[in-house]
């Protein structure tokens, strides 16, 4: 495959080159459908309307399909809430596909809406036949994926407005979405209301992630269960994405993938350090949220060298950065939880620091309006929690790592290189 | 009586925890943290005192 390396700002791994970003289907997947691959299921015809709600629901129901945006809702209840809302309020829903990625760290919906945006707008015209849908909005920031999908609705789905989203990590949050599509900033509200109770222009308003929806269109056409997809890079300058079944665990996409075990963060910046016992656990259970280490949207960062102290102080400026500057908790919250990670990273942290770091990790959980800070106390918890011999080894003095490679604040901490030139037919369908 | 903060909208001037400080404590930035949503007994007059005061308008109740 080719692939041409963004020269945007980077993470503080030693990646200065970086690879192109590989695809590759899980051995055997293609043959019985896979959404990235050439299989039954995306080359199938779209499936014919007249999908009755309740019928799609009981589809969504039965696999246990949930968001894969990174909260893991399940899509079936999301689903039933729009349309009650509707009968309720005698107002016809808004359906929108999400594919505003705004993490740096994935770039498996891009990639998705690049090769399959067909089966993502089957998926929205599905939900919004089933609800009855006043209208249908594909919400994509990236120049190169909207194009394929406003290519693709021309023909396909012509009732779809495709919107330019503005580009950040907090746009493609749902109330954020339902914002900008109402006339206002890409920034997310308080709730409630959520949107399904009151949407774009007050209507009921499903916001669902790319890969949701094109998981729903692949049951709808016959798929047992849904594969996932995920973004996998390490420090190395590898980034990958790749769709597997869900009863693969991480040591298993790893050892396909030929990356040696590292440090791994799991769920990118909302993520946590994975322990051992996390990466051999089936990654559908990690999706569901049946375990205290989550998918998120199936970021998996590998790293080798970097020490997770200046991994987390890289996060916590980046979210720093990119707050929505709405809410005082966050925008005060995580400069100051940025400062002491940084001072374990210089070896200048006392243990009262630490105290304080942890006291608000905890303090400030839930007390912004988006999931930003959550993001932040999530990482800061995981990094005192589960590292807690490497946190207090930066008491003393800062390790080698930390000394050579300071957090830089303008830098973008582990960002896939995009836009990547992708032809489906250098796709590595491993069989 | 329920009450809520829309934290998009707060602006830490800190009235509330003046007018309820019962019910709204104030953090070390000055943005008010609300231990139990549901407004205790008696403590319903000094939350409404604390709607109403709010310049920036962020507390809202519900029956």
């Not at chain 1, 691959?37 to 246990?64: M, N, R």
């Not at chain 1, 809302?85 to 990625?101: F, I, K, S």
């Not at chain 1, 949701?212 to 016959?222: D, E, P």
């Not at chain 1, 290189?417 to 032809?423: F, G, N, T, Y």
């Amino acid at each position: 495959m080719r692939a041409e390396t963004a020269a945007g700002p980077r993470g503080p791994a030693p990646t200065p080159a970086g690879d192109p970003l590989q695809v590759r289907v899980w051995p055997g997947l293609s043959t019985c459908g896979s959404l990235l691959g050439s299989g039954p299921t995306t080359t199938a015809p779209a499936t014919d309307s007249g999908q009755s709600l309740d019928a799609l629901v009981a589809v969504a129901e039965a696999a246990g399909l949930r968001g894969r945006g990174g909260a893991g809702f399940p899509f079936a209840v999301k689903l039933r809430a729009v349309a009650e809302q509707a009968a309720r309020t005698g107002l016809a829903p808004v359906v929108v596909l999400n594919g505003e990625e705004g993490e740096p760290a994935s770039a498996k919906d891009r990639v998705l809406m690049t090769l399959a945006p067909e089966v993502a707008l089957d998926g929205l015209r599905l939900v919004g036949d089933a609800l009855g849908a006043h209208s249908r909005y594909a919400y994509v920031s990236d120049a190169t994926a909207r194009e394929r999908i406003a290519a693709a609705a021309r023909t396909l789905t012509p009732e779809v407005q495709v919107v330019a989203a503005p580009p950040g990590y907090v746009s493609g949050e749902e109330s954020a979405v339902v914002r900008w599509l109402s006339g206002g900033p890409a920034k997310p509200t308080h709730k409630p209301p959520r949107p399904y109770e009151e949407g774009v222009q007050g209507r009921p308003t499903l916001v669902s992630n790319v890969e949701t929806l094109a998981q729903l269109a692949r049951l709808v056409r016959g798929a047992p269960e849904p594969t996932l997809l995920l973004t996998v890079s390490t420090d190395h300058g590898r980034h990958a994405v790749v769709e597997v079944p869900g009863e693969l665990t991480l040591d298993d996409v790893l050892g396909w993938l030929g990356i040696e075990p590292g440090e791994v963060l799991l769920g990118g910046f909302f993520g946590r350090f994975a322990s051992a016992a996390t990466r051999r656990h089936p990654l559908r259970e990690l999706a569901a949220r049946a375990h205290p280490d989550v998918l998120g949207c199936g970021i998996v960062l590998v790293l080798h060298e970097t020490c997770p102290v200046t991994a987390v102080a890289q996060v916590l400026r980046y979210l720093e950065r990119e707050n929505a500057e709405q809410c005082g908790p966050c925008f005060k919250g995580i400069p100051s939880m940025a400062g002491v990670v940084d001072a374990l990273t210089a070896g200048t942290a006392g243990a009262d620091d630490v105290r304080k770091l942890t006291g608000w990790a905890t303090s400030l959980r839930g007390r912004g309006d988006c999931g930003t800070l959550d993001a932040a106390c999530g990482l800061v918890t995981s990094l005192a929690e589960q590292r807690t011999a490497t946190v207090t080894r930066h008491l003393e003095a800062p390790c080698a790592w930390c000394t050579d490679h300071p957090a830089r604040p303008e830098a973008t901490a582990f960002a896939v290189p995009w836009p990547a030139e992708i032809h489906p037919t250098d796709i590595q369908e491993d069989r | 009586m329920r009450v809520d903060v829309d934290m998009t909208k707060c602006q830490a001037y800190g009235l509330c925890a003046e007018e309820a400080p019962e019910v709204f404590e104030l953090d070390e930035w000055g943005y008010p943290v609300i231990a139990d949503h549901d407004v205790p007994e008696g403590q319903g007059p000094g939350v409404l005192r604390a709607v109403a005061a709010c310049p920036a308008q962020a507390i809202k109740t519900t029956d």
